[in-house]
């Protein structure tokens, strides 16, 4: 198990022992672990038995605890309340904004154990009498139960992909002579997988002999052949005669307009392989990626689809925490993680002060940390580390440092962290403020979104663009497979406008950085290169970014 493992463990056992009343101090004491244990620098398991019940804060019951989650993958303490809880409770503790004492409320006052009937409960008007809810209140849970009940049978990208990839290269290598071929969500790289398509000319007895080795959980469904694995992703063959598979291959891996204008222009026929289909017309074959805009038609016409970013293309790491913030792991180990992997830089950027929740950095630490990256750069050159920092976006719009501390930044990502149910306009030009300040550099996570646990806050696109235009302001994807905001659909008009997109991991632990790998999938979609990303620009190349920005502030 790794340290997130363990940790939410003790986090989901708090949790559950807070529904049912139990000792406050118990509950406190597993918080408290699950914190050291995410901020921990190396996993638990390559740490000494003894050493694990030194560690601050881990007495002799949560340390073996810990032994026990190492051991055996579980946690009998755990395991023994949720066998307790009632099922629908369970699943409300899924739901983002629906916290603990609130669920408490719901379950004990008015005995609502299930997700369907919360709902209902909302629509009737049941949880606003409730003390500590109101109208407001009762509104919100039943836009989060709403979002959760659209999302909850979908997963993210980032889940599912190497799942598939590992499942796929056992059909093609078992199974052979028949085929099976990927199509559908997971071939355009949607950042959210509903069903895993592929097509096949695959028997019946085939499709039963793969559930059967597998244990794949049969739910056929108007003639589907429809499966569910034990992970819970749902999977579907469709079978037809093999000299139709790369065409229906293509069909079902294109959105239904693209598809359909192309066909109006281009047959595909009975081709060998996808590249035919496009090489026969003379056209410039399309990646299934870009299937999802008709303007890549004419593109492929004209020979002008242009050279996609590729995780190759990234030269440095931008938007990073630390420990001196709420990430996990010292500076050092970052660039060093970095420097094994041929990384030019590391754009550090832990939490500004007014985000307290995560240990924002005060004044006085802003000051120390610099200092001990002028130590570090001295020692690692050539790599480089660039002063920066994730600054808050205030209500008025304001940055939550003055100018004396921010012009001690190379690099200032502005981001939205709280109040995130502003009204449209309200927010627009909160995050418009923001862009204008002349320390901006960046614009962090534009929505704020967290994909399949809440919607992102609702603002005008556009405005926003045009402002971040306007004022030379990049604008970020967040390559965090949970956020991928700027969201891909909308990056065509920031490139029509020029506008630079910045992919950032956003990492708080080392693994995190390998997050980047999800924004290069996603702004592929939108057909990004490496010279319209700030971080595929090369340490020469940042600094000269840096000291044009710099021009904004005289």
Known sequence: MTNADIAYNFEFLSALMELNDEDSFKIKAYLKAARLIKKLPVELQHIKREEIFQLPGVGKAIGNKILEQLATGTMEKLDEHVSNAPQGILEMMSVKGLGTQKIKLIWKELGITAINDLLEACNSNRLSPLKGFGQKTQQNIKVALEFYLQSRDAFLLATVLDFVIAFDNTLRSTFSPDNFLLTGEILQQSDIIHTVQWVTDAGDDVLEKIAGLYHLNPSHKDGKKIYTAQNGIRMEFLQYPAEVLIAKQFELSCTPHFFKTFTEKYKTGNVSSREQIFLQHNLQPIPPFLTNNIKWIDAAAQQAIPEVITTHDIKGIIHCHSNWSDGADRVEDIAAELIRNGLEYLVLTDHSKSAFYAEGLSEQKVLAQQQQIDELNKKLYPFRIFKGIECDILNDGSLDYGNEILKTFEVVIASVHSNLRMQPDAATQR?????????????????????????????????????????????????????LDI?????????????????????????????????????????????????????????????RQSEKRI
């Not at 990004?528 to 620009?537: D, E, G, M, R, V």
């Open 431 to 483: 995050i418009i403020k923001a862009v204008e300040n002349p320390y901006t550099s960046i614009l962090g996570h534009l929505t704020g979104r967290l994909l399949l646990l809440r919607n992102g806050y609702p603002v005008d696109h556009k405005k926003i663009i045009d402002a971040c235009a306007a004022n030379h302001v990049v604008i970020e994807l967040n390559a965090n497979p949970r956020r």
């Open 487 to 547: 969201d891909w659909r909308y990056m065509e008009y920031a490139l029509q406008k020029e506008v630079l997109i910045s992919i950032n991991p956003d990492a708080h632990f080392i693994k995190g950085l390998y997050d980047i790998r999800f924004g290069v999938l996603a702004a592929q979609k939108a057909g990004l290169t490496k010279a319209q990303n700030l971080s595929s620009y090369s340490t020469a190349q940042l600094q000269s970014f840096i000291d």
